[in-house]
C-alpha cells in the first residue's frame, strides 16, 4: 500500500478503511467546548493535517524556521497526548528529507502539508507552487511525484495550502487550494490589506482515483471579502456531515489577531457556500491567540490547527460537533 502525502495515495488508504469498516455515527450535541493546547509543549507546529493510521494518529506541518526539517511529523495513540517523531539517534524526523530538482534549495520553503497528501508550497521564488509527494510509509520518506509542479497558477499569483476530499458516495476525488492572490496584492499585512484587494480565491479541482491527475475544470468556492478578510482567504479543509458540506478555512492575516479558523457550509460540494455568522476559533476564544489553518478528519469530528504560543504557532486539539449549518468545539 503506498501512502501518497500531500497528493493524495493516503485517500487510497482512507478509501479502503472506509470500506472495511463504516465511520463512527457522529454524536450530535455531547461536546462541549474541547479545544486542548498548547501541545508538544508548545512548540512551533504550524499548518497541521491529520490522519489516523492502524489506531495511531498522525499530524504533519510546515517547518520550523531555522531548522533543515522540511516536514514535520507528530503522533498520539490518544488525540490528547502528541509526541515528535524521532529518529533513531534522537533527531526529528524529516518526513522530506529530499527535495525535488527544481525546487530552491537555498530557500526551500515547504509548508502546509496536508495528511491526505504531501502537497506544499515550493520555495522563496513567487509564485508558489502544489506538488505531490508519495511514501510506502506513513512516517516517509516522502519522493515528490513527477517532473513539475501539480498546480501553478502563476498568472494569479500561485497556489497553496492544498487539501484532499473523497466523496464517499461517489468515489470522486478532489483538491481544494488557495490561489496565492496576495502576493500581487498592493501591501498591508500579508501583502492584500490595501484596497483594491486582489482575489484569494479557494477552489475545488476534481482528480483521478490516484489522487493527483487533475480532471475537469477548477470551480471557486469561496473568496475574500476585501477588507473583512483583510484581503485574505486561506487554508481550505472540506468534509460532509450527513447533507451538508462543511469548507473550513481561515480569514486574516496569519501575523495578525485577526486570523481566524472560520467555516462556510453548502448542500452541493461546488457551492454556493454561505460563510457562518461568526468564526469557530478566534483569538479570544478560551484564550487562543491567532487560531487558524485547521484541518478536519474524515470523520467530521476531530480537529487540528494552530494558535500562537511562546514558542511559535503551537498545535492545538478540537473536537467538533456538526448540528445542521451550526459547528462548535
Not at 511525484?145 to 487539501?163: E, H, K, M, R, Y
Not at 461568526?278 to 467530521?300: E, K
Request: some cysteine; glycine content about 10%; charged content about 10%.
Amino acid at each position: 500500500m503506498s501512502f501518497r502525502s500531500i497528493c493524495f495515495a493516503l485517500w487510497a488508504l482512507t478509501a479502503q478503511l472506509c470500506l472495511a469498516a463504516p465511520l463512527p455515527k457522529l454524536e450530535v450535541g455531547l461536546i462541549k467546548r474541547s479545544e486542548a493546547g498548547p501541545q508538544i509543549g508548545g512548540a512551533n507546529f504550524p499548518d497541521p493535517s491529520i490522519i489516523q493510521v492502524n489506531g495511531v494518529w498522525y499530524a504533519f506541518a510546515t517547518r520550523t524556521i531555522g531548522s533543515s526539517l522540511h516536514i514535520q511529523i507528530a503522533t498520539s495513540p490518544d488525540f490528547n497526548t502528541w509526541t515528535l517523531v524521532r529518529n533513531s539517534d534522537g533527531s526529528q524526523k524529516d518526513a522530506l528529507p529530499n527535495l525535488p530538482s527544481w525546487v530552491n534549495a537555498a530557500s526551500p520553503n515547504t509548508w502546509a502539508p496536508d495528511l491526505i497528501q504531501i502537497c506544499h508550497d515550493s520555495s522563496e521564488h513567487r509564485p508558489t507552487l502544489c506538488w505531490c509527494a508519495t511514501s510506502n510509509s506513513i512516517t516517509g520518506p516522502f519522493t515528490p511525484v513527477g517532473n513539475g509542479a501539480l498546480i501553478c497558477p502563476t498568472s494569479q499569483g500561485g497556489a497553496i495550502d492544498a487539501a484532499g476530499y473523497w466523496e464517499a458516495a461517489t468515489g470522486q476525488r478532489y483538491i481544494t487550494y488557495k490561489v496565492d492572490g496576495n502576493s500581487q496584492g498592493h501591501g498591508g499585512a500579508c501583502g492584500n490589506n490595501v484596497a483594491p484587494y486582489v482575489a484569494t480565491p479557494i477552489i475545488l479541482q476534481p482528480v483521478a482515483k490516484d489522487g493527483y491527475t487533475l480532471q475537469g475544470s477548477p470551480t471557486t468556492i469561496l473568496n475574500n471579502n476585501g477588507a473583512a478578510d483583510q484581503g485574505i482567504v486561506e487554508a481550505p479543509s472540506l468534509t460532509k456531515v450527513g447533507s451538508t458540506y462543511i469548507l473550513f478555512f481561515s480569514s486574516g492575516c496569519f501575523t495578525t489577531g485577526s486570523y481566524t479558523v472560520s467555516y462556510a457550509t453548502s448542500t452541493s460540494i461546488t457551492g454556493p457556500f454561505t460563510r457562518a455568522s461568526s468564526p469557530l476559533f478566534a483569538t479570544g476564544t478560551d484564550g487562543l491567540n491567532t487560531p487558524g489553518s485547521a484541518d478536519i478528519f474524515r470523520d467530521g469530528k476531530h480537529m487540528l490547527f494552530h494558535a500562537n504560543s511562546a514558542s511559535g504557532r503551537a498545535l492545538y486539539t478540537a473536537q467538533i460537533t456538526v448540528n445542521g449549518n451550526t459547528v462548535s468545539a
